[in-house]
């Protein structure tokens, strides 16, 4: 079996005014539905920054930053062995602000098994862990603004009454030699 640091550097506060620092936090090995993951790379969303500057939410203490990240699996639980493997490459969006061992910010993460997925190998790794900070954005905006129903269970048993609603997605994509381009996806029913 491998081994690893019984630590590892993280970043966060420390206590409630401490400031950004840099810290050793315990490497928590997998139960067994969770993976270890050597974290590659994270992204900094306005949440991180708000909570660096501000305390936005209330946590407790020591507080590792950070939701999501891409990384590498280095140990697996027995439960997670027939999804994952030591070596894949996954990335993950881990709100769980209350578990120091999921945030990314941090050397190590251990995660569930259900809060990541296996990077696509046409995809870089760079190019993926943008990705679950813009989903997640995009899901609270069809939740919260559009007020879309969330189903309880999957596969739903039944459609949700917005089914048959259109929804228009309008992206611009910026071209640094031409200009934008205006892309509209419509999407039939």
Do not use: C
Request: net charge negative.
């Amino acid at each position: 079996m491998a081994r690893f640091p019984e630590t590892h550097e993280a970043i966060g506060h420390t206590s409630l005014n401490s400031g950004i620092v840099s810290f050793q936090v315990p490497t928590e090995l997998p139960n067994a539905d969770e993976v270890l993951v050597r974290v590659l790379y994270i992204v900094v969303s306005p949440v991180d920054l708000w909570h660096a500057d501000y305390n936005f939410l209330d946590f407790s203490y020591p507080n590792v930053f950070g939701e999501t990240l891409v990384g590498e699996i280095v140990q697996v639980g027995e439960n997670a062995d027939s999804d994952f493997a030591v070596g894949d490459k996954v990335f993950s969006f881990s709100p769980e602000v209350t578990k120091v061992k999921a945030r990314a910010f941090q050397e190590y993460a251990t995660l569930s098994r259900w809060s990541i997925g296996k990077v696509p190998h046409n995809i870089t790794l760079q190019e993926v862990v943008t990705v679950p900070n813009n989903l997640v954005t995009v899901f609270a905006a069809f939740v919260s603004d559009l007020g879309l129903t969330i189903p309880t269970e999957l596969p739903a048993s039944q459609s949700p009454p917005e089914a048959s609603t259109p929804i228009l997605v309008f992206d611009v994509l910026r071209n640094g030699v031409s200009g934008e381009k205006v892309v509209i996806s419509v999407s039939k029913s």
